[in-house]
Each structure stands twice: as C-alpha cells, then as structure tokens.
C-alpha cells in the first residue's frame, strides 16, 4: 500500500508581544491605582501604629503591671515560664482554627509575593499579637507586611469586587509598604526590604515600587506629623547614642572578614534546629509549642540568673533593646556579651519553630551583641564591631545582602557612612558563606496554608 501522504504541518502560534510595563504606567487605570495607594497609606499605617502600641501595651501590662497587681514587689526572674507557655496555647489554638495559619513561617525566612488574602488578617493578628505581646523572640515586621497587604486588597474587593489580579498584587504591595513605613525607621529602608525580598526586577519593579513608596510616603505622616500636627508617634527602630567610629584599618578590615566567616555558621546553627523542631511541633502543635514557649522562659531566667541583668535581654525581639545594648556596652564584660549571644540564639531558634513573627530583628540583636564581643579584639572599636555583627548575622538568617548593608549602616546616623566599607565586606563574605553552607537537599516543608494564603 502507498504511504499516507504526511499530514501538513499546523502553523506556528504567533508570540504573544510580552506586556508593555510603561504603558502600563501611561493608562489611567495606573493613575486610579496611584490615587488609591495614596488613600489606603493612612488608614493602613494607622492600623500599623495600634498594632505595634497594642503589642508594647500588652508588653508592659503582662511583664510589668500583672506581676505588681499579684503582689509581687518586682517582676520574679520565673515570670516569663508561664507566660511563654499561655502565649503557646494561644498560637497553637489560633494556628490550628483559624484560616492562614496565623500567618508567615519564620522559619523559612523573609518571604513575601502572591495576593494576599483578606480572610487571613484576623488570624495572623492574633498569631501575632500572642507572640510578640507575650515576649516571644520574633519581630513585627513579617505580620505587619501581611496585615498591610490584606487589608488593603480588602478596601480593594470592597470597592470592586472583579478587580483584575494585577491590579489586586499591586495595591497589595502599597499596603504592605505602608505597614512598615517606619518601622525600620525610614520608609526607603522598608522599601528596600519588601523590594529584594519579593525578588521584583527589570520594569516591572518600578510600576509595583512607585505606588508602594507613595503609600509609604504618606501613611508615614501618620508617624512623623505633618504641619502643626505632631503625628502620632514611633515605634522604629532608633539607635540614639552612637559612639564615634573610627577610620576603617587593615585590622578592622581582618575583623569584618572573620566575622563574615563566623556568621554563617551561627545561622545555620539557629536555622536548622528550628527547622527540625518545626516538623515535630507540626504533629503536635498545642503541647509542643507549650513547652517551646516555656524553653525560651528558661533561657531567660538562665541569662539573668548568671549575669544578673534584665530577662528582656532574651525576651522580645530587639527592636527597642538593641539601642540600650549599644549604649550601655561598657557595662558588660566579654563573658556576658557571649552568654547573650548563645542565649538569644537559643531562643530566637525556638521561636522561628514554634510561634508567628518575623526574623529581622533578632538577628539584629544577636549580630549586634556578638560585635560588640568582637569590639574588644585589637584594632577593631566599638561602632564598627557593632555594625559588622548586624550585618554579617542579618544577612545570614535573611539572606538580603543590599538590605542588610543598609540596616547596618543607616541606623547608626552619620557614622554609618564610616562604616559602610567593612559592612559591605563583612556582609559579601557572610552571603557567599549561608548560601555555600545552604542544604542541597529540599528544606523541611512547612504546613500547608490555605488557598488564597499570602506568602508573607
């Protein structure tokens, strides 16, 4: 039989011309998207401001007022133990029942993309708010950047309930900007941070950016005042009292490379225990994550019991202790510098594993404290141990290097420009360090959150 003649050949799909970013930015639709940016960045940085003053409220209620209203002349070394332990139950119980499992895994680092989801917010709120407000080692920023993004895609579904994907990403972004417009002290800072840890690039960063800092910008003034209007207040972070660095030397420079070496063997060793307790307390959340709560009180009450100083030196996250520790640093001896650093360590692992918050200042603290260790090798001062140890340990818990050089540089005012050098070279060699010592291997898996659920 003759051979069938060959079927002819489909023609090719004609390629799809790839969007135009800045025709984009030239439709109307973009400037309707700027003006609602510019409308959701006060109410949202608003709702920022009660977060944070709820957090610092309940603080202060739990650790300082409780203790005295019981009767207790000053707060018992102990009290943290139960308290920990009640902030466990109430994270397991609203990780468990409540839709979004209360929100971002610190664990798995800074993360953010996806749309966020409105359905989440009251979860990640109280997730939030038991951990942070109870003395967790976690910071406000991860809830804060998902808190930001579903309230203002929210406002968005509110107004228009068909609003195209792209449109609801975009507002999402300005929401979460105007959350952490000043808690990093600068809205360009927390621009940057969202900016690299989204992974945004080429044009398109700049038609997602543009709404963000206008946001940011404005929902700022609701911090800072505008006018004869003082503004509402601040709870950045500050650093106040910053002594004078000095010029950057061969021996400072071999300090900030052994830092960056040093650093990201300590962050593994933070990260992977948690990591591993993680898939544990997924099995068994209430009572694990209990007793999490109550190791990190035992942490505590081992750092005051040995160097007689405050249990906040291990509790919280940092944000309002870091300034204090810079500038009281005469008073503590190498021996408790090092304690500290192993302590909070210990405790900044166990809460990546167990509770809700975000991973920043934590390892601000924790870098911070152990250049201030360093800060009594020769050849290196104070300032500059200080802003190298931020910046090495940042970098190897977030992996963000342009932020993390930033964080340790900016916060230091006029002298962070001294610096700047040898944080650059702390923090390349800290980043090129965490990604070689990165497992090959899959990380562990995280729960699984709902459909919808933000990444952040």
Known sequence: MPAEPPAPAEPAAPAVAPQDPFAIVRSRNYIALLVMAAVLGVPISAAAYGFLALVSELQSLVYTDLPKG????????????????????????????????????????????????????????????????????LGPEAPLIALGGGLAVGAIRLLKRDAPPNALAVIGAAGSFAAISELLGSPVLGAFLLMEASGLAGPMLGVVLVPGLLAAGIGSLIFTGLDSWTGLGTYSLSLTQVPTADRPTIAAFGWAVLAGLVAPVLGEAIRRPALRLRTHIQRHRVPLTVLTGALIGVLALLYTTITDKPISGVLYSGETTIGPLLADQASYSVGALLLLVVLKSLAYSASLSAFRGGPVFPALFVGGAGGLAMSHLPGLDVTTGFAIGVGALSVAMLRLPMTCVLLATLLLGSQGLTVMPLVIVAVVVAYVGTLRLARRSAPVSAEPGPTGAPAS
């Open 70 to 137: 019981l009767g207790f002349t000053t707060t018992p070394d102990w009290w943290a133990i139960p308290v920990l332990a009640v902030s466990g139950v109430l994270v397991a119980l609203t990780i468990q029942y409540l839709p979004g499992r209360g929100g971002h895994e610190p664990a798995d680092g800074l993360k953010t993309g996806g749309i966020p989801s409105v359905a989440t917010v009251p979860g990640v709120a109280l997730a939030a708010i038991a951990s942070l407000g109870l003395g967790v080692v």
